[in-house]
């Protein structure tokens, strides 16, 4: 590894934090990249491969299907994104409800609410993704409490 993806490597995993280090954290995990870093390199894709100890080609499948990170950078300038996954699960789970929940609790703050494809969260659908926090099984309480604890640093 040279200078520079170890110094990558590092700094993914400093963003791990206390995430626990499992597969279903790749979502949460590769969200603190993009935000931190403001894109999701080759060489931050490789670090959260082994910090996760999943395949190289597992984190590329994930990155690349959610448009979410592309938009992420676009997405802060307004505020802070508070997606509401409205895919086939989650909208047979009433996830518009998790939607209008939390555009009521957002009126006042800088959260920008937003549907989003499919947060790779189906077995605990309707899924929510707020402040970079994921919901699983969410309800319209949670959310709400969710909208009203995105810190804005
Ligand atoms: S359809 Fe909502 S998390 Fe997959």
Redesign the pocket.
Known sequence: MDNENSAIFDDVKALLGNLPKERNQLVPLLWRVAEHQGRISKSAMEAVAALLDVPVADVFGVASFYTLFEDLREDLREGVPAYI???????L?D?QKLKEAAEAAATDRKVMVKE???????D????AWIGGKILREASCEQVRTAVREVSYE
């Open positions: 996954c409205s895919d086939v699960m989650c909208a789970k996830s989003s494809a499919c947060l790779g969260q189906c605990y659908a309707p899924a």
